[in-house]
C-alpha cells in the first residue's frame, strides 16, 4: 500500500470538479514531500558558474502587482549582492501547488518557495522544507506569533511574509443606500449581525443584501468555534471540533439566509466562483462580507470607493471576546535540497529585514511582520494599507491564543467545508448530518 493514496475521483465520490482539484493536489503535495526523503542520498556539493556566481530559483503566487514589487525587491537584492542572481518563477494558486509538488518529486524544487499555511506542515513534516534557524535570518524584529507559525519539529521552516487578520469588510455606500447605521464592531453580537444585515437587504433593491455567506472558508468557521471554545485543530495535529459544533455554525447560516441576511443558496454558489473584483462586495451587492484584512486593498480599488474594517461580532458584545489571531499570510520557505542554503537564507533575511525589501513590497502580503521595517514603510503606504495597519495594531491586546498549525492534509479542510455549506444551503443534508459526514472525512484527510 503506498504511504499517500490518492484520494478516489471526484465521479466515485460525489465530489464536485473543485474539491477534486484541490484534493488531487493536497495528495500531490505529500506524495512530492515525502519523495525528498529518497531523494535526499542523491544530491551533488553546492555548485556555482565558473565566474563564482550564483543563481537560485524563487517561486511565488499571485497577480500581476505581486510579481511587480517582487521583481523591485530582487532588483534591489541583486544590486546588494552582484554574484547572487535570482530567477524569478511565478503563476496563479489554482496551478501553483501542482507545480511544485511535481518539482519537488522530480528533486527540482525552487531554491525559495512562497509557502502557505494549509501546506508547510505538509512539506516540513517530510524533509522538503530547510531548517532556517541554522542559517543566518534574524527574527528578533518579527512578531511572535507570526514567527512561531513557521516552527514545528522539523525547526523554523518559514518565515513569514505578512501577517494579516480574518475580517468582516462593509461597503458603507450600500448601508447609507439603506439607511442603516454601519454597526459598532466593538460591541456587536451574532443577533446584531443577523439584525443589522436583514435590515439593509430590506431597505435595499432586489439582489442586493445585507452580508454575503460564510461557509466557504476556514477563517469563519476558525472564529466561531474559538467563541464557543473549541478550535479548528489541536496541537497535537487532529481536529478540535465535533459535529455538533460545525453544525451550529450551519444552523446559524441557515437562519440568515431564511431572513434574507444573506444571499440565497445559487447566489451563494455562484458568488463563490467570482474573481475577487466581482465579488457582491466590490459590486456593491453585499453590505458585509467575510475576508482576510490584506484583501482591502484590492477590493476597496475594485468598489470603486471606500471600504471599512470590521472586528467579527462576538457571542457577548466585547471585542476582547472576539478572538481573533495574527494570520501568517504566506511565508518565505526554502527547499531542503537547495544546493546553496547560505545564498539562500540571505535572500529570506533580505526579505524579512532589509528596509529596501519592504520598500518594494510594501504591504502586498500583509502588515510587514518586521516592526521596524513596517516603520519605515509606513509613510509609502496607501490609504488603504494604511487602514489594515491601523486596523492590526488596534487588534493586537484583544488576540486570543494563537491558534495550531493545520496539520499534515489540512489543505484538503476548505473545499470539505464548500461542499458541505453547499450542501446545506440546498436542503439536501440536516446540519447534523452534514457536520457528521464533514469531520469523517476531514478526520481521514488529516490521518492518511
Not at 129 to 154: C, I, P, R, W
Not at 191 to 205: H, L, N, Q
Not at 278 to 302: H, M, R, V, Y
Not at 400 to 418: L, M, T, V, Y
Request: charged share 25%; net charge neutral; hydrophobic share 40%.
Amino acid at each position: 500500500m503506498p504511504l499517500f493514496p490518492r484520494p478516489a475521483s471526484a465521479a466515485a465520490s460525489g465530489a464536485p470538479a473543485k474539491p477534486k482539484r484541490r484534493l488531487r493536489a493536497t495528495a500531490a503535495v505529500a506524495a512530492a514531500a515525502a519523495a525528498v526523503l529518497a531523494l535526499s542520498a542523491c544530491g551533488g556539493p553546492a555548485q556555482s558558474s565558473a565566474d563564482g556566481k550564483v543563481e537560485l530559483r524563487f517561486s511565488w503566487w499571485g497577480g500581476d502587482k505581486r510579481a511587480q514589487v517582487t521583481q523591485a525587491a530582487i532588483a534591489a537584492f541583486e544590486a546588494q549582492n552582484p554574484n547572487i542572481k535570482i530567477k524569478a518563477e511565478y503563476g496563479d494558486w489554482s496551478g501553483y501547488w501542482d507545480k511544485l509538488a511535481t518539482q519537488v518529486a522530480a528533486n527540482d524544487a525552487p531554491d525559495i518557495i512562497q509557502m502557505d499555511e494549509k501546506y508547510i506542515t505538509e512539506y516540513s513534516s517530510r524533509g522538503a522544507l530547510l531548517d532556517l534557524s541554522k542559517y543566518s535570518v534574524d527574527t528578533s524584529k518579527l512578531d511572535e506569533a507570526a514567527l512561531n507559525a513557521g516552527k514545528n519539529e522539523k525547526g523554523l521552516t518559514g518565515i513569514a511574509a505578512g501577517i494579516n487578520a480574518a475580517t468582516i469588510l462593509a461597503n458603507p455606500a450600500v448601508f447609507k443606500a439603506a439607511g442603516v447605521a454601519l454597526p459598532d464592531d466593538k460591541t456587536w453580537t451574532w443577533e446584531d449581525f443577523e439584525r443589522i444585515s436583514a435590515e439593509v437587504t430590506a431597505k435595499s433593491p432586489k439582489g442586493t443584501y445585507g452580508a454575503a455567506a460564510y461557509g466557504t472558508d476556514e477563517a469563519s468557521l476558525g472564529v466561531w468555534l474559538r467563541q464557543n471554545g473549541k478550535s479548528l485543530y489541536t496541537s497535537d495535529g487532529k481536529l478540535g471540533f465535533e459535529p455538533s459544533d460545525i453544525a451550529g455554525w450551519w444552523d446559524f447560516l441557515k437562519q440568515l439566509s431564511e431572513k434574507k441576511a444573506v444571499p440565497s443558496a445559487s447566489e451563494v454558489v455562484e458568488a463563490e466562483a467570482a474573481p475577487l473584483d466581482q465579488s457582491g462586495l466590490a459590486t456593491g451587492k453585499n453590505g458585509l462580507a467575510f475576508w482576510w484584512s490584506n484583501q482591502l486593498p484590492a477590493l476597496e480599488k475594485a468598489a470603486g470607493g471606500e471600504l471599512q474594517v470590521l472586528r467579527f461580532p462576538s457571542k457577548t458584545g466585547k471585542a476582547a471576546d472576539t478572538q481573533l489571531w495574527y494570520k501568517a499570510s504566506q511565508f518565505w520557505s526554502a527547499s531542503s535540497r537547495t544546493k546553496h542554503p547560505e545564498e539562500t537564507a540571505k535572500f529570506i533575511n533580505f526579505l524579512a529585514n532589509d528596509k529596501k525589501a519592504g520598500q518594494a513590497l510594501l504591504a502586498d502580503r500583509g502588515v510587514y511582520p518586521n516592526s521596524e521595517v513596517r516603520a519605515a514603510i509606513q509613510s509609502k503606504l496607501t490609504p488603504a494599507d494604511v487602514k489594515v495597519v491601523k486596523f492590526i495594531d488596534q487588534i493586537k491586546g484583544e488576540l486570543g491564543e494563537a491558534p495550531a498549525p493545520p496539520p499534515k492534509g489540512a489543505g484538503a479542510i476548505q473545499e470539505i467545508i464548500k461542499r458541505y455549506t453547499s450542501e446545506v444551503l440546498f436542503n439536501r443534508l440536516s446540519t447534523q448530518d452534514a457536520g457528521t459526514k464533514a469531520v469523517d472525512e476531514m478526520k481521514s484527510a488529516i490521518s492518511s
